[in-house]
């Protein structure tokens, strides 16, 4: 059996018995019957008046959830924003279930939702890059498997009629 670091086990006990299981998994930042950090800064937030606009870009404080830091640095507005960009992500997971590309999209949101609680998932510096374009690139391999199914249904190829309303003659060869 591996060793363990018996303070961080500790620790992370007295987190749970003292403030149950999302105590535990946060840290201390959100729940247990102490003020965690989310909860102090959404109070200053809200307290100040500061809640529709937010503070602003350039926190001097270490924001531990993408949710408080857009609810921090751009208020209300913000944080609805990221929200409906999460919503609408899922929502087009969902739709597109069925196939491969749309079950890996699925996955990646979820990803994003969870680990959004913890941490600024889309906008930490680094880390976010391979996130974004694996985003974008199921969302692009999704909209050229629709028009594909598109203009196979409709009879049409594209070859002529995205350049033009006139059929081109010289291509109807081709085809």
Known sequence: MGRYNQSYLDSLL????DGGLISALSAGRVGGEGEGSVSILTNDLITSGDWVTGRGLGSYLPLDS???EYF???GIFALAGYVAALVILSFIAWRDRR???GKLLIFVVAYVWIA???GPT???SRANVS???LISSCLAARLVRQ???????NGDWGISASLSDKPDHRLSGAL
């Open 116 to 118: 959004s609680i913890g």
């Open 147 to 153: 028009s594909a199914a598109d203009a196979q249904r």
């Open 122 to 124: 889309l906008t930490a």
């Open 14 to 17: 007295d987190l749970y018995y």
């Open 72 to 74: 921090y640095q751009g």
């Open 66 to 68: 993408a949710f408080l």
């Open 99 to 101: 196939s491969e590309i």
């Open 131 to 133: 996130l974004v374009m």
